[in-house]
């Protein structure tokens, strides 16, 4: 018999855990959800399984609906004893909504299901624990199989246990959204089972882990669509249950939030390997970060401290942290754990605002505030070592993991001017390493009328010197030696080769451009196009790069609104096609894992996923 301690976060008595395992053979059931094939029926019992829950389907056939298999949960011998139990559960964010059925409903259910004793839905303080004979514990599954034992050790984020050290514990974290002390907020991993299996099974149990979590993870249906759904289809069994449909009726929910995503009416694909991303958790903020470590992990992040995580790939999302004073502008993981973040918190009336570093351990559960000024951009080849710039010339190194900072001392030298002046102010913009030695900054001359392109920097020793490369921009009109305009980007593949992105203003025109190199920056090819939007960009290749160009306009009420072309290039930048609009919002971030995979994140906590399979 399995047994299943932890549950939502908590670990229950000894004694409610051998009354929980045995399942109840009461007159009502829960019924959560109701999906259009058995792959979802079996996946979406499993996740619940996964909770804690005693979970099952039924395949059932409705007059002019055809084939559908409802989820349940639990046995309860009375309708209080569900109503408390699915009320608990819903509170506790382990189901969204349900509905209580009769007895002969719960029947049918069960005999598509194993008769092997599973946890019901816990309440130490109502369940009444009722022993099932081993035969009938031991009774085997015909339609959906018992949740896979654990088959592997690696810690991903929603299993890693904070480690808090005394440099933690001396500053204020930010609080976890759904946690408070001692809470992590995370749904609970299924515990091993104790029973002994033979290798085959073992190996059968590892396979159907394996294919679950490949498969996207099944975005519940909202509240109407199942509730209506039910509905119906109570109605086609009233006919053979007249007695029990009229005991049927659906608890009154709190209306779910819609899908952020949903909202935004005004997104137009026109290439279908982008996807607008259906969000668990809906917000309204504006999001402008976004970093991946792998295909399934990663993280947004935006205004008002909202950071959000995935490890499905972004299908699903999850909120971690919500600060209102803190805006996030850049991310960036080295694993699952260890992260960074670039905020800023809005300063008091002309007040500029004050920038900081936020730094995780678990996985963004919980973040270490550091106050550094100027920060814009960093990089880290892991989880020690790293590098931060920002304006005022800011050039930082630190070698564990962002507590202490180092800036570079020759930083005249280096330019070829001084710093400031009276009518401007050098800073870096970006930085990049392909390893611990190498790596690559660009800057511009922030100008109070006017900016101007800085120039590119390289270093081979892991930033202990640096030197400046020749950076060719081509004008026609432009003969000085500072060129109006500014560097956005900088990406390097190898030694040899990368490209360096940005944006120039040639006599009366604007212009955004690529410049790549393939013999280490001391040549380079040119490709630009006239716009007049601000760009975000990010190259995956010498050939292909998607940038972001936002561009303002006014709306009917004469206030200002931002329309984005999201576009991307197969060659280098001499062409680009655009892959989708979304009129009337920024796309702020972009992230590209590989040029098969791709995220971008916007206003109203839009975010959007490029699968090249698709």
Not at 349 to 368: C, F, H, M, Y
Not at 419 to 433: A, I, M
Not at 470 to 494: A, I, K, Y
Request: aromatic fraction near 8%; charge should be positive.
């Amino acid at each position: 018999m399995k047994v299943l301690t932890a549950v939502h976060g908590l670990i229950l008595p000894l004694v409610f855990c051998v009354a929980l395992v045995c399942a109840q053979t009461g007159g009502f059931t829960l019924q959560v959800a109701s999906v259009p094939t058995e792959a979802d029926a079996q996946a979406m019992t499993k996740q619940l399984q996964a909770k804690g829950l005693e979970s099952y389907w039924n395949k059932v056939e409705l007059a002019g609906k055809g084939t559908r298999y409802r989820i349940y949960v639990g046995h309860f011998a009375t309708r209080e004893e569900a109503q408390r139990q699915g009320a608990q559960g819903r509170s506790q964010g382990l189901i969204k909504e349900f509905i209580i059925l009769a007895d002969q409903t719960a029947l049918k259910a069960a005999a598509n299901t194993s008769r092997e004793a599973k946890t019901p839905m816990p309440n130490p303080r109502s369940v009444e624990a009722k022993v099932r004979s081993k035969d009938k514990a031991s009774a085997t599954s015909t339609a959906s199989p018992p949740a896979p034992a654990k088959t592997t050790a690696v810690t991903r984020p929603e299993e890693a246990t904070p480690n808090v050290t005394a440099r933690e514990a001396a500053v204020n974290p930010l609080a976890y959204a759904s946690g408070g002390a001692g809470k992590t907020g995370e749904p609970p991993s299924v515990a091993t089972e104790k029973t002994a299996m033979t290798s085959a099974t073992r190996e059968r149990r590892a396979a159907d882990a394996q294919s679950v979590a490949s498969k996207s993870q099944l975005a519940s249906p909202s509240k109407t669509e199942v509730l209506m759904e039910a509905k119906a289809e109570v109605k086609e069994e009233a006919k053979e249950q007249v007695r029990s449909a009229k005991t049927q009726t659906p608890v009154s929910l709190e209306a779910e939030t819609p899908s952020v995503a949903d909202a935004l009416t005004n997104v137009a694909i026109a290439n279908p390997k982008w996807e607008i991303v259906r969000q668990s958790s809906a917000t309204n903020k504006n999001l402008r970060a976004i970093f991946f470590v792998d295909s399934l992990t990663g993280w947004a992040a935006g205004e008002a401290g909202t950071v959000f995580r995935t490890t499905d790939g972004g299908r699903t999302w999850k909120p971690l942290v919500t600060n209102a004073s803190i805006n996030i502008n850049r991310l960036h993981f080295v694993d699952w754990n260890t992260g960074w973040m670039i905020g800023e918190i809005p300063g008091k009336e002309k007040d500029a605002p004050q920038t900081v570093l936020l730094s995780t351990i678990n996985g963004g559960r919980t973040w270490i505030r550091q106050a550094l000024p100027d920060l814009v951009g960093f990089y880290f080849v892991d989880a020690k070592t790293g590098w931060a710039v920002g304006y005022n010339a800011t050039l930082l190194k630190t070698t564990d993991g962002g507590v202490t900072w180092q800036n570079y001392a020759d930083l005249e030298k280096l330019i070829g001017l001084p710093v400031e002046s009276g009518t401007y102010n050098f800073g870096f913009c970006d930085v990049q390493f392909m390893d611990a030695n190498q790596g690559w900054a660009i800057g511009n001359f922030y100008g109070r009328a006017k900016n101007h392109l800085g120039g590119l920097f390289v270093t081979s020793d892991g930033g202990a010197t640096w030197k400046r490369l020749p950076l060719t921009v081509q004008t026609q009109h432009s003969s000085n030696r500072l060129t109006p305009g500014l560097l956005h980007t900088v990406h390097f593949s190898d030694a040899s080769n990368g490209q360096v992105t940005g944006e120039m203003n040639d006599g009366e025109a604007r212009y955004f451009f690529v410049l790549t190199t393939k013999d280490g920056g001391k040549t380079w090819q040119q490709q630009r196009s006239l716009t007049s939007s601000a760009h975000r960009t990010q190259f995956v290749s010498a050939a292909q790069g998607w940038t972001s160009a936002v561009v303002p306009r006014r709306d009917e009420e004469g206030e200002t609104v931002y329309d984005t072309s999201f576009m991307r290039t197969e060659n280098g930048g001499a062409s680009w096609l655009t892959d989708f609009t979304a009129r009337g919002n920024q796309i702020r971030g972009l992230f590209f894992l590989s040029p098969a995979k791709g995220w971008a994140v916007g206003d109203r906590g839009i975010i959007l996923r490029y699968d090249s399979r698709q």
